[in-house]
């Protein structure tokens, strides 16, 4: 999943500056833009942005980029900065949505009483792995 495992947490500096309609946020370690009608939602953007773009960058094998340092990135009027963490894996357990089909055996028996009974056996076994591997939904 993680081309590095040291980078499935990090925290990027942003650069948020207000505007009459809200909050514009630029992300330099990755050198994109998003916004927010206030901070709190101009930071949540950021941290969404950041995992669109983490998770992207480790599908195509590439690295992380490391955290530029606060002194090394120069601010216009009205911006300031702040920090913003994100835990890739986490972002990709909770976003991504690609689904993959794997076949499993059972006795037809067992099969049939399930079928007439209405299990969603997709539903149940992704209940069962969820439970086994102790993941909380």
């Keep these: 999943m993680s081309v590095d495992g040291d980078q499935m947490k990090q925290t990027y500096p942003i650069v948020i500056k207000k505007t009459s309609?809200?909050?514009?946020?630029?992300?330099?370690?990755?050198?994109?833009?998003?916004?927010?009608?206030d901070i709190t939602e101009a930071i949540e953007m950021a941290r969404d942005a950041i995992g669109i773009m983490g998770i992207d960058m480790?599908?195509?094998?590439?690295?992380?980029?490391?955290?530029?340092?606060f002194d090394r990135i120069k601010l216009k009027s009205n911006e300031f900065i702040t920090l913003v963490?994100?835990?890739f894996y986490e972002y990709r357990r909770k976003n991504e949505t690609k689904v993959v089909k794997k076949n499993?055996?059972?006795?037809?028996?067992?099969?049939?009483?399930?079928?007439?009974?209405?299990?969603?056996?997709?539903?149940l076994l992704q209940n069962a792995i969820k439970e086994e591997l102790k993941i909380a939904t």
Excluded: M
């Excluded at 330099?28 to 833009?33: E, H, K, L, Q, S």
């Excluded at 499993?104 to 539903?123: D, G, H, V």
């Design 58 to 69: 480790e599908d195509d094998k590439k690295k992380l980029p490391e955290p530029t340092a």
């Design 104 to 123: 499993c055996t059972l006795p037809s028996w067992l099969c049939y009483e399930a079928e007439k009974a209405n299990i969603n056996f997709s539903q």
């Design 85 to 87: 963490d994100v835990d």
């Design 21 to 37: 309609s809200g909050y514009v946020v630029y992300i330099p370690d990755f050198d994109i833009n998003t916004e927010g009608a």
